[in-house]
């Protein structure tokens, strides 16, 4: 090697001691970033529990307390305008639902949540008239840090998933939707009790019995550790949340205390309410029948359900503020 040569490589060197071997630094937190799919075999494995990722740190004790306020609904209508816009229908074992699953998994990391996947598997089966091949899914979890094994917590839930034949604006995006605005307003924020967000994949039936829905909270509920099941105050899901002019707030059961824990919220919220019994069509049955405390919001009949005139422009604004608002109060 010539002299020359040899001073420019040690240059380069000395350099690089000064500069550390470190990477290239990522993006800033709140840069925005395009969707981008990512592929399944990036998801956890079922066997971790949900609650026990790599934690991040907690919203300080001295961060002011998450109020209805703090909800953008934009957030949520930019949400329903892409899973539904954009991605369209997306069964839960299907490439859409995957980019799907992939996109909100980088909207929660991007509000500064930690966020990994849960991989299970669904049968092949019908659903709503039309067969869907088995495989695949993961369901999307997200935590702050702050959920301790046997201390207190609560969950909020939406499954992604659609029936083949719609693109899913309010069945359910606006339920997903939801769950992002609540993250964004929650991500800086203190609740009463540490919070796990979750869109649920393959909630929809693939067959005509109670046994044939529900697959991605199914899995998550069987992976929750003993202490973590009995630690559990309630689960709220949400499921078609876009439409009506109240929000409904259903339970398996009348005088269900967690119903009337969040319709509690809802009248703090301002909030037009209407209790109802026997709802067991979403995830919240999940966690009820292993013996755990859930509720669904949502549930008003519409005309484009399970259809493909299930288009953003069935969901609207008012009804989205509602539902969010009313979380937020609940988890204040």
């Known amino acids: 090697m010539?002299?020359?040569?040899?001073?420019?490589?040690?240059?380069?060197?000395?350099?690089?001691?000064?500069?550390?071997?470190?990477?290239?630094p990522s993006p800033a937190p709140d840069q925005p970033r395009e969707p981008r799919s990512a592929a399944p075999t990036q998801a956890a494995p079922p066997t971790q529990p949900p609650t026990q990722a790599t934690e991040p740190a907690p919203a300080p004790q001295s961060a002011p307390r998450v109020a209805p306020d703090d909800v953008r609904v934009a957030t949520a209508q930019a949400a329903v305008r892409h899973l539904a816009g954009r991605i369209g229908p997306r069964p839960g074992?299907?490439?859409?639902?995957?980019r799907a699953a992939a996109w909100v998994h980088d909207e929660l990391a991007g509000l500064g949540w930690q966020v990994r996947r849960q991989r299970f598997r669904a049968p092949a089966g019908v659903s709503w008239g039309v067969p869907v091949p088995g495989g695949r899914s993961t369901n999307v979890i997200a935590t702050r840090g702050d959920v301790?094994?046997?201390?207190?917590?609560l969950l909020v839930g939406a499954h992604l998933d659609t029936v083949p034949q719609a693109p899913g604006a309010e069945d359910n995006a606006s339920g997903v939707g939801v769950l992002?605005?609540?993250?964004?307003?929650v991500a800086a924020r203190r609740t009463r009790l540490?919070?796990?967000l979750v869109a649920f994949g393959a909630e929809e039936p693939r067959g005509p019995t109670d046994a044939d829905h529900h697959y991605g909270s199914r899995a998550y509920v069987a992976s929750l550790p003993a202490r973590e099941r009995r630690a559990l105050r309630g689960m709220v899901s949400l499921d078609r949340v876009?439409?009506?002019g109240t929000?409904?707030?259903g339970s398996v059961e009348a005088g269900d205390p967690?119903?009337?824990?969040?319709?509690?919220?809802?009248?703090?919220?301002?909030?037009?309410?209407?209790?109802e019994d026997g709802q067991r069509s979403s995830d919240h049955w999940s966690f009820v029948r292993a013996g755990l405390p859930g509720v669904r919001l949502g549930s008003t009949p519409y005309a484009g359900y399970h259809s493909a005139g299930d288009t953003p422009g069935v969901v609207e604004r008012e009804q989205l503020e509602r539902t969010a608002r009313t979380v937020v109060a609940w988890l204040r």
């Open 180 to 185: 992002l605005a609540v993250a964004e307003a």
């Open 93 to 98: 074992t299907s490439p859409a639902y995957f």
């Open 242 to 244: 876009g439409v009506g």
């Open 258 to 275: 967690l119903r009337a824990e969040v319709l509690a919220a809802a009248r703090r919220a301002g909030v037009p309410t209407q209790a």
């Open 2 to 24: 010539r002299p020359r040569t040899l001073v420019l490589a040690g240059a380069v060197a000395c350099v690089a001691l000064a500069a550390g071997c470190s990477d290239s």
């Open 247 to 249: 929000l409904p707030v």
């Open 148 to 153: 301790r094994p046997g201390r207190p917590w």
């Open 194 to 196: 540490p919070v796990v």
